[in-house]
């Protein structure tokens, strides 16, 4: 072996960071005894702070522990077995017996707690870093809280603290990986307050199984144009629209479901059309071959896209700047006015504005509506329109419709322009809603940050044949079915 190859080589020196201590290492031995009575406080309140803390997220868990710990030791462990048994058959046949009632009340603090520790408490800090959604920092690691979770069964709704830096945006773009980490269907992404979140993370379908309509209701009075019911939303509450100074633009491919939310629109008016207190005004460029199915719920049905439509478009718009006139120095329509309130329900609002190939009808057509949705809702008239295609070359006033509902739809680009820019990103995906739930739509006020996520009654023919037997029954004042124009 020669020297050359026996040579020392200095290795390369170490490069890791040097381990840091914490301070009060380097204090003097006798300043550690002085600061000792004051660490064990602390960590007596630490200890408290975290027990409190565990009780608030976990208070089932911890009082039904702490009453079998007290019924072992004071009964010893058959008297807990006793228990045990006693609470679930109680429970069992509470679920046998009143199901609604046992998830509503007993099933989600039990599935909460379970789901708390066993899907986010265990998995948050691993989701989080492999999320990218933490940040590293002088070797500190800045991660966003977990704060309360409720779990509904369909849903868990989770609080997040976001680190500081952090935008909800990240969030958005984030919450498909977050929904398949926690093994949930969607994601969905609400801001509650600054540097505040709510997830909802979605398992099931709660509008997958179709509503049925209720029975009509028969008196005028018990129709509040403020909250017409026409179906559920997906948190089990009454699904409302107002038509009171409000304009509904509904916009769904075909087969979304459109004349399901148009006719429970119309059946929830039904005691007040069949009293005269409100007139519904209707357009059917298919031939009438969707309103006529109840064409007794219209004073006038036109049906067709030409002369006929255009006309009543022009009663209308007349109707407005006349009641303009009658209002003046009262501001907005009321009962006491003596006027019904009227409602356009035009059925494919584009084969109207948009398709007519006789540009003089739907320049007058364009004309008409643009004014009855820009002056209409005070003077008490609602456009309720309905169509496919949301394109601001078919529609260019979707700003005049302070409620918009989002039907199925084919792209992402439609919801947006539906609904507005960012409200997909909060999770209205109606783009995403099956073809096997139609009626499912998401809605969007005006002033209103957060979409809705709700399904219309599903009006069978049956349903559309009671309509006609209600609003023709025991009556000598039948509404009239006009085809031949407006009778202005
Ligand atoms: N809310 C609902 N619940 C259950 N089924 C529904 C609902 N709405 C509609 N459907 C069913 O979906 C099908 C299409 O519905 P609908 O005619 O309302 O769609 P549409 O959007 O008006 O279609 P088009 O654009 O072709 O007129 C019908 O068979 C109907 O029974």
């Not at 040579?7 to 301070?23: F, N, T, Y």
């Not at 540097?195 to 129709?223: F, N």
């Not at 509450?237 to 100074?245: A, F, I, Q």
């Amino acid at each position: 072996m020669s020297a050359q190859e026996n040579r020392w080589v200095d290795p390369a020196p170490l490069e890791v960071s040097r381990p840091r201590l914490p301070w009060w290492t380097m204090l003097p031995g006798w300043a550690k005894l002085l600061l000792v009575p004051v660490a064990v406080v602390w960590v007596a309140c630490w200890a408290v702070f975290q027990f409190a803390r565990i009780t608030y997220r976990y208070p089932l868990t911890i009082t039904t522990s702490a009453a079998a710990g007290l019924l072992a030791a004071f009964h010893g462990y058959l008297a807990v077995t006793v228990a045990v048994a006693g609470v679930t058959v109680v429970a069992v046949a509470w679920w046998r017996l009143h199901p609604d009632s046992f998830h509503q009340f007993a099933a989600p603090q039990p599935v909460t707690e379970y789901r708390r520790f066993a899907v986010y408490a265990c998995q948050w800090r691993t989701v989080m870093r492999l999320s990218e959604l933490t940040k590293d920092k002088r070797g500190r690691e800045y991660r966003p809280k977990l704060g309360r979770l409720r779990s509904h069964g369909w849903r868990d709704v989770v609080r997040v603290t976001m680190a500081k830096g952090q935008a909800p945006e990240q969030w958005e773009l984030h919450a498909s990986g977050l929904a398949h980490s926690f093994r949930a269907r969607h994601c969905r992404v609400r801001v509650r307050k600054p540097g505040r979140l709510e997830l909802d993370l979605i398992h099931r379908d709660p509008l997958a199984p179709s509503i049925p309509a209720p029975t009509l209701g028969l008196d005028a009075s018990g129709v509040d144009l403020r909250r017409l019911v026409i179906g559920r939303t997906e948190t089990g509450k009454p699904w409302t629209v107002s038509l009171l100074g409000n304009h509904l633009l509904g916009v769904g491919s075909t087969g979304a479901g459109k004349a399901s939310v148009s006719w429970s629109i119309v059946r929830a008016l039904a005691p007040a059309i069949k009293a005269d207190r409100v007139r519904v005004f209707g357009i059917d460029p298919k031939g009438g071959m969707e309103l006529s199915a109840c064409a007794e719920a219209f004073h006038t049905l036109a049906c067709d896209n030409g002369d006929k439509a255009v006309n009543l478009l022009e009663y209308l718009a007349g109707e407005v700047k006349a009641r303009a006139e009658r209002y003046r120095g009262r501001r907005t329509w009321t009962p006491e006015s003596g006027d019904p309130f009227l409602v356009l329900l035009v059925d494919e609002l584009a084969d109207v504005i948009a398709y007519q190939t006789d540009r003089n009808l739907r320049d007058r057509a364009v004309k008409a509506i643009q004014a009855i949705t820009s002056q209409g809702r005070a003077p008490g008239v609602c456009v309720l329109g309905f169509l496919q295609d949301p394109r601001k070359e078919i529609v260019p006033f979707r700003h005049l419709f302070p409620t918009k509902i989002a039907l199925r739809l084919d792209e992402p680009a439609q919801v947006d322009m539906v609904l507005g820019d960012g409200v997909r990103q909060r999770g209205a995906a109606a783009h995403e809603i099956p073809e096997s739930t139609p009626g499912v739509a998401w809605v969007k006020h005006d002033g209103h940050r957060e979409p809705v996520r709700a399904r219309a009654f599903h009006i069978t023919d049956e349903d559309l044949a009671d309509l006609v037997a209600f609003l023709t029954a025991h009556t000598t004042d039948i509404p009239v079915l006009v085809t031949e124009g407006a009778r202005a």
